[in-house]
């Protein structure tokens, strides 16, 4: 099946810095890539869809200040944690469809933040 | 909103036994099912899926049937292995479409053990 990278897997930043994560399909194209969070022993929760060419579109409670995507190419979605603080601790997931009509959604190995 | 609820783990079965988890879901509209299954330091995989009511899913062992009068999309496998240990995340999606995003439960660990 295709395949879906994240970078870094892991990071731990000081309160206060910004932090960059990236998704990548690194087999397919996809003009949608979605972004995910995750607590522990918590279900992932939809942050926000990310759209080549476009703004993302957030969801509900989610500050798009302090959550920064970009989509900058159709194989590229990167997310920033801008000014992180320890309650953005997680584990970020993001996603990306292939194409077609009966497509289906790729996941990344997801990426730890430890923010102290 | 649309929800999913999924049997809370984590789950320990001896090899060769029975596996059932349960899913059901709150949606408007006529979702579709899926399950997909996370074995450690891996993205999450799609195991298996449905589209509507009365369709079975099934991959792997793993089967998982549509039940629209209940709610529930319950997964089973007849014989499960060690390597079947793994967390299992049940999901819904508005639309057959994979550009439709995801709504998951909390996930169920299972732990095989030979």
């Known amino acids: 099946g295709a395949v879906v990278s994240q970078h870094p897997s892991w990071v731990i930043c000081k309160s206060g810095t910004s932090v960059k994560i990236e998704c990548r399909s690194l087999?397919?194209?996809?003009?949608?890539m979605f972004w995910y969070r995750q607590f522990p022993k918590q279900s992932l929760m939809l942050m926000a869809t990310?759209?080549?060419?476009?703004?993302?579109?957030?969801e509900q409670g989610v500050e798009k200040d302090k959550f920064l995507i970009n989509h900058a190419s159709l194989t590229l979605s990167t997310l920033t944690v801008t000014s992180a603080h320890p309650e953005d601790s997680s584990f970020y997931i993001c996603?990306?469809?292939?194409?077609?009509?009966?497509?289906?959604?790729?996941f990344g190995p997801g990426t730890r933040l430890t923010v102290l | 909103g649309n929800s999913v609820t999924q049997m809370e783990g984590p789950v320990t079965l001896s090899e060769e036994a029975f596996l059932t988890i349960n899913c059901t879901y709150t949606?408007?509209?006529?979702?579709?099912l899926f399950w997909y299954v996370q074995y450690p330091g891996e993205g999450l995989q799609l195991l298996l899926k449905?589209?509507?009511?009365?369709d079975k899913g099934s991959n792997k062992g793993f089967e998982a049937t549509y039940r629209k009068e209940t709610t529930s999309f319950h997964l089973e496998k007849g014989s499960v292995q060690v390597s079947d240990s793994a967390v299992y995340f049940c999901?819904?999606?508005?639309?057959?479409?994979?550009?439709?995003?995801?709504?998951f439960g909390k996930g169920t660990r299972l732990s095989v053990i030979a």
């Open positions: 996603s990306a469809p292939t194409s077609g009509p009966y497509n289906e959604q790729f």
């Open positions: 449905a589209t509507k009511a009365d």
């Open positions: 087999d397919f194209q996809a003009t949608t």
């Open positions: 949606a408007t509209g006529y979702p579709s």
């Open positions: 990310s759209n080549e060419g476009s703004k993302a579109t957030y």
């Open positions: 999901a819904l999606s508005e639309s057959y479409s994979g550009n439709t995003p995801l709504v």
